[in-house]
């Protein structure tokens, strides 16, 4: 069986193997409107835009969840990721408006920092300290992807692939009797379907890509400005990094790491990465020529199909 339709801004393909005639997509669908009215930036009456706009509110316990999830996550990723950048990312531009040259960096680095979040409780309200506004973004679609793979497993499915917004994870096998196989883009505007840069077989494992190669602008110095804030100083980072595809035990982290590789840029991604347990990656740079170049983890081809 396989559940496809728009979600979070994107899409998602959800394949899973049942006796004919069962169909769990109503309750997929469910799932993916929960965190869309919890999560979503773009719900005028969402969590997140009530919490942003200064209201106290009970937050549902997967939205603490992720509120819990990410401020550790911070701390992992030595502040490359960060959920509280949300302001820098609109005064930039970068949040559906105009691109600007220059921003008043230092009013605005006061209200960013996870550590300034307190802590969900639960059954207790929730109130952001003033100024401050949240974008799960960098990890919303991989919290997504896990809960969906729990409803799938309480279901005693054992063999799935769950994508949102190119965010996956599989298990077992597909109707063929292989391993799962996902195909990575190649980082270019111009691609067509099916213009894989790689390929890789997953079981049990999660793969998110983050990448800026379709936003960016080219400054005065011909070098590309990229569509992501670096938390720590907040300014747009300026990287030849194009994309950072991350294989890790659960969505969720895979999500945060290829978001915090892009801040890194490869020169400090790669040995961070490298380091992290159970963790893989593979990057795509481009050169002073403009040819693509690939940097991998030394675990990466267990999974890459030859």
Same mark, same amino acid.
């Given at each position: 069986?396989?559940?496809?339709?728009?979600?979070?801004?994107?899409?998602?393909?959800?394949?899973?193997?049942?006796?004919?005639?069962?169909?769990?997509?109503?309750?997929?669908?469910?799932?993916?409107?929960?965190?869309?009215?919890?999560?979503?930036?773009?719900?005028?009456?969402?969590?997140?835009?009530?919490?942003?706009?200064?209201?106290?509110?009970?937050?549902?316990?997967?939205?603490?969840?992720?509120?819990?999830?990410?401020?550790?996550?911070?701390?992992?990723?030595?502040?490359?990721?960060?959920?509280?950048?949300?302001?820098?990312?609109?005064?930039?531009?970068?949040?559906?408006?105009?691109?600007?040259?220059?921003?008043?960096?230092?009013?605005?680095?006061?209200?960013?920092?996870?550590?300034?979040?307190? #802590?969900? &409780?639960? %059954? +207790?309200?929730?109130?952001?300290?003033? /100024?401050?506004?949240?974008?799960?973004?960098?990890?919303?679609? $991989?919290?997504?992807?896990?809960?969906?793979?729990?409803?799938?497993?309480?279901?005693?499915?054992?063999?799935?692939?769950?994508?949102?917004?190119?965010?996956?994870?599989?298990?077992?096998?597909?109707?063929?009797?292989?391993?799962?196989?996902?195909?990575?883009?190649?980082?270019?505007?111009?691609?067509?379907?099916?213009?894989?840069?790689? #390929?890789? &077989?997953? %079981? +049990?494992?999660?793969?998110?890509?983050? /990448?800026?190669?379709?936003?960016?602008?080219?400054?005065?110095? $011909?070098?590309?400005?990229?569509?992501?804030?670096?938390?720590?100083?907040?300014?747009?980072?300026?990287?030849?990094?194009?994309?950072?595809?991350?294989?890790?035990?659960?969505?969720?982290?895979?999500?945060?790491?290829?978001?915090?590789?892009?801040?890194?840029?490869?020169?400090?991604?790669?040995?961070?990465?490298?380091?992290?347990?159970?963790?893989?990656?593979?990057?795509?740079?481009?050169?002073?020529?403009?040819?693509?170049?690939?940097?991998?983890?030394?675990?990466?081809?267990?999974?890459?199909?030859?």
């Amino acid at each position: 069986m396989t559940n496809q339709g728009p979600a979070q801004g994107s899409t998602y393909s959800i394949s899973y193997l049942v006796p004919e005639g069962v169909d769990y997509r109503s309750g997929i669908d469910s799932i993916l409107k929960a965190m869309d009215q919890q999560m979503s930036l773009w719900v005028p009456a969402s969590e997140i835009t009530r919490l942003n706009s200064g209201d106290s509110i009970l937050l549902s316990a997967d939205f603490a969840s992720v509120v819990k999830r990410s401020i550790d996550l911070v701390a992992s990723t030595m502040g490359n990721f960060d959920i509280t950048v949300a302001p820098v990312v609109k005064a930039w531009g970068f949040s559906g408006g105009q691109y600007r040259d220059s921003v008043n960096i230092d009013s605005l680095m006061q209200f960013v920092g996870s550590q300034k979040l307190p #802590i969900p &409780e639960a %059954d +207790t309200r929730y109130g952001l300290p003033k /100024g401050m506004q949240l974008d799960v973004n960098g990890v919303a679609q $991989g919290y997504t992807v896990d809960l969906i793979k729990q409803y799938l497993e309480s279901h005693s499915i054992k063999d799935y692939l769950i994508e949102v917004g190119g965010e996956v994870v599989c298990k077992g096998k597909n109707a063929a009797g292989r391993n799962w196989r996902i195909g990575i883009d190649k980082p270019e505007e111009s691609r067509s379907e099916g213009m894989f840069q790689t #390929i890789v &077989e997953l %079981d +049990t494992m999660a793969l998110a890509t983050s /990448g800026n190669y379709r936003k960016y602008w080219v400054n005065d110095k $011909g070098q590309k400005v990229v569509h992501t804030i670096d938390p720590q100083n907040g300014m747009p980072v300026v990287s030849t990094l194009l994309s950072a595809s991350v294989i890790a035990p659960d969505a969720t982290l895979a999500d945060a790491l290829g978001t915090a590789a892009m801040v890194m840029g490869e020169q400090k991604a790669l040995p961070y990465l490298e380091a992290l347990p159970k963790v893989e990656a593979y990057l795509i740079t481009s050169t002073k020529l403009g040819e693509l170049k690939v940097i991998k983890t030394s675990g990466w081809s267990n999974y890459e199909l030859d």
